[in-house]
């Protein structure tokens, strides 16, 4: 855990970043299945041009798990079936994120989840234990993200709210540091959490750092 002088630099540093209406909440069970397999180590327009293929041509024909995994039967699961997969989901062929898709929608059945309501419930009770390991590929990072839209209040510790935190304090944190140390200074500013990390994450986009 930070230093007490630690929290403070990181806590002044905070209150200099303004504030953002939060965006990023989910909305519909699919794209946030869908948004989650995609939306980590990618650049912004790649997964903003994803969504909006998937809007534009899949939205109302692919509204349910059921429809989702009609078309994991339909598409093979290899390479190739699971680059056509990508393809018709999000305009492009992005087999690893189809087949992460395929093993994210394999643990929710395991978890009874059926709704939306469902899965912010889930997301509530849960922890990274729970997740690890359940699906290749998807780390403590995109869990974080994950719950962090279903409206838990956390950080998703990425490598731009990494870096705030390792400058506010003046050494490299790590992942489990910059989740810890931004809730706890959320608490003092009487913030929510995921609203200090989008606030964050906002400012440092603009300052030129590309999520």
Known sequence: MAAGNELESLEAACRQVPLTENKYLATDLVATLLDTVVDYQQHTTTVRRASEHFNATRWDDVRSLDDLEALFEYFPNDKE????????????????????????????????IETLDDLRSWAESSSFAEFEGQVKG??????????????????????????????????????????????????????????????????????????
């Open 138 to 211: 998807l780390g403590p990072v995109v869990y974080q993200w994950l719950v962090m839209r279903l409206g838990v209040e956390t950080v998703k510790p990425d490598i731009h709210i990494v870096r705030f935190v390792s400058r506010a304090m003046g050494r490299q944190v790590s992942e489990r540091e910059a989740i810890d140390s931004l809730v706890v200074v959320a608490g003092r500013m009487s913030v929510k959490a995921n609203q200090l990390d989008w606030s964050i994450w906002e400012h440092e986009r603009s300052n030129g750092s590309p999520r």
């Open 81 to 112: 079936g699971n680059s056509a997969l990508g393809q018709f989901l999000w305009g492009y062929n992005f087999w690893t994120r189809a087949e992460q898709l395929r093993g994210l929608v394999a643990f929710v059945r395991t978890r009874s």
